[in-house]
C-alpha cells in the first residue's frame, strides 16, 4: 500500500513539475510587457495647438518652443533669418525680375514658421493661399474642412484670417496614436503617383518621409495655384527639370532675355533620399535633426528641429565615435561645395550677360538665341537645387558636385551659344561678375 502511495505522490510531483516548467517556458516567451501610454488630457484629431499637446509631452513641447528663440547660425545656414542676398550679392542678379532677387531670406525655426511668411516682401495682392501649406499646423485639419483644391485658390490674405499656429505637433503626428503621418494632400499625391503607400513604411523611413510634407521641391499648378510635387517621373534634378519643360512651366521671364525660368524650393527630401551615403545606411533625417536626448530617465525625441552641427555630441555622436573627425569632414565637403556653387554662379551670370547681349543684336539667330535661353534654364534650375537647398551639399556630397558639374558646363553651352547667335566672340569674355554689379561687356 505504501509503495502505491509512494509511485501515485511522485507522479503528482512529476506532473506539477511539468506543468509548472511549461509555464515557465509559455511565460518566457511572451513579448515583453509595456506600459501603455495614459494621457493626461484627450487631444482632438488634428488639435491645431501644440500647447495642448504639450500637456501629454511636456518634454517635446518645451523643445518645440525652443525653435522660436534659437538664432545661432552656422557657417553656411543656421536660424538667424539672415539675408542670402547680402551674404552673396550674385543672387540678386541670378534672381532678377523675381521676388527672390528683393527678398530671400534664410529659414528659421519652426515656431517661425508663421511670422517669416507673412513678413517676406514677396507677399502680394496676388499671393494665393498655397503659401501657407509649410507654415502652419492649422492646415490638416483646414484641408480637411476645405478640400486642397479650395484652400489653394484662396487668396492668401483672406485665408490668413483662418490660420493662427505657426507649424506644431499635427502637421506630423496623428492624436491617440501619436504615430508619424502624411498630412499634406500633395505629399500622398506625390507618393500615390509613384505606386506608394506611406502606411506601409516603417517608423523609420516615417522618420524621413514626414519631413517631405514641406521639405521639398514644388510648384504651383494652374489658375488654381494647386500646390503639387513634380515628382511623377521620379526625383531626382534631371526628372524634375524634364517634368516642368514637358509642361512649359516657368515661374517668371528674366528681364532683358525673356528665358523662361524656374525657382526650386527647398528639396531636402529628394536631396537626401538620392541615394545618399547617410540615407543608403537607414539614417533617417530625424536621427540627426532631432536626436534623442533624456531628462532623468525619460528618453524623448527633441522637437528643437536644427543643424546637427550646433550639438554635434547629440547628434553625430549617436554612430560616430570621433566627433571631432566627423566635424571636420563636414567642413571639408561644404567649403569644397561652397566654392563650386560660387563658380557655378559666376558660369551663370557669364551666360545671363552673353544672351542679354545678343537679344540687341538685330541679325541674332532665333534658334541659337533659344538654345542658350534652354541652356541658362537648364543651368540655374540646377544650380538652385543646391543653392536653396539646406545643408551646403551634405545631405549628398557626391550629388551637389554632380549637379554642379552639369550647371557649370550647361552655363558655359549658353554663354557659347549666345555668342554664336550674335556671331561676337566677345561675348565669350568669363568672369564678368565683379562684387556688386557685373562688368560691362564689349558691344558685339
Not at 285 to 296: Q, T
Not at 333 to 358: F, M, P, V
Request: glycine share 6%; with cysteine; net charge negative.
Amino acid at each position: 500500500m505504501k509503495k502505491h502511495t509512494t509511485l501515485i505522490l511522485v507522479g503528482i510531483i512529476v506532473v506539477l513539475a511539468a506543468g509548472l516548467i511549461g509555464v515557465l517556458i509559455y511565460l518566457k516567451n511572451q513579448p515583453p510587457q509595456t506600459r501603455g501610454f495614459q494621457p493626461l488630457v484627450e487631444i482632438a484629431a488634428q488639435e491645431p495647438d501644440s500647447s495642448k499637446w504639450g500637456v501629454n509631452f511636456p518634454n517635446e513641447y518645451a523643445t518645440l518652443l525652443l525653435t522660436a528663440t534659437n538664432k545661432t547660425d552656422t557657417t553656411y545656414g543656421g536660424s538667424s533669418g539672415f539675408s542670402n542676398l547680402e551674404r552673396d550679392p550674385r543672387q540678386v542678379i541670378l534672381f532678377a525680375g523675381y521676388g527672390f532677387g528683393r527678398d530671400y531670406n534664410d529659414e528659421r525655426g519652426h515656431m517661425n514658421s508663421l511670422i517669416d511668411v507673412r513678413a517676406t516682401k514677396r507677399v502680394n495682392e496676388q499671393t494665393p493661399g498655397t503659401c501657407y501649406s509649410c507654415k502652419s499646423a492649422d492646415n490638416p485639419s483646414l484641408w480637411n474642412e476645405m478640400g486642397m483644391v479650395e484652400y489653394d485658390r484662396m487668396p492668401f490674405s483672406e485665408l490668413g484670417k483662418r490660420i493662427e499656429q505657426p507649424n506644431g505637433c499635427a502637421n506630423c503626428h496623428e492624436t491617440g496614436t501619436m504615430r508619424l503621418i502624411v498630412t499634406n494632400p500633395a505629399l500622398e499625391e506625390a507618393l500615390v503617383a509613384q505606386g506608394k503607400d506611406w502606411r506601409t513604411f516603417s517608423r523609420q523611413e516615417m522618420r524621413t518621409v514626414v519631413c517631405a510634407n514641406c521639405h521639398v521641391e514644388y510648384y504651383f499648378a494652374g489658375e488654381g495655384k494647386y500646390l503639387t510635387f513634380p515628382w511623377a517621373d521620379g526625383t531626382r534634378i534631371e526628372n524634375i527639370i524634364a517634368y516642368y519643360d514637358a509642361l512649359s512651366f516657368s515661374d517668371w521671364k528674366y528681364p532683358d532675355t525673356d528665358t523662361a525660368m524656374l525657382k526650386a524650393q527647398h528639396p531636402e527630401y529628394e536631396f537626401y533620399t538620392a541615394a545618399s551615403t547617410h540615407y543608403n545606411a537607414g539614417v533617417s533625417c530625424a536621427d540627426c535633426h532631432m536626436p534623442y536626448v533624456r531628462d532623468g530617465a525619460m528618453k524623448f525625441s527633441s522637437h528643437d528641429v536644427k543643424s546637427p552641427l550646433l550639438e554635434p555630441e547629440l547628434a553625430c555622436g549617436q554612430c560616430h565615435t570621433d566627433v571631432d573627425y566627423a566635424i571636420g569632414r563636414v567642413k571639408t565637403i561644404q567649403d569644397e561645395i561652397y566654392k563650386t556653387k560660387l563658380a557655378t554662379e559666376d558660369a551663370i551670370i557669364d551666360a545671363i550677360t552673353a544672351i542679354q547681349a545678343a537679344v540687341k543684336v538685330s541679325d541674332v539667330d532665333p534658334v541659337l538665341l533659344e538654345e542658350a535661353r534652354t541652356l541658362h534654364r537648364h543651368a540655374q534650375m540646377r544650380w538652385d537645387f543646391i543653392s536653396a537647398e539646406n545643408s551646403m551639399g551634405f545631405h549628398n556630397p557626391e550629388e551637389a558636385l554632380r549637379i554642379l558639374a552639369d550647371a557649370i558646363n550647361l552655363a558655359r553651352q549658353a554663354q557659347m551659344k549666345a555668342a554664336q547667335a550674335a556671331h561676337a566672340p566677345s561675348l565669350l569674355n568669363i568672369g564678368v561678375y565683379d562684387g556688386m554689379h557685373p562688368k560691362p561687356v564689349p558691344a558685339p
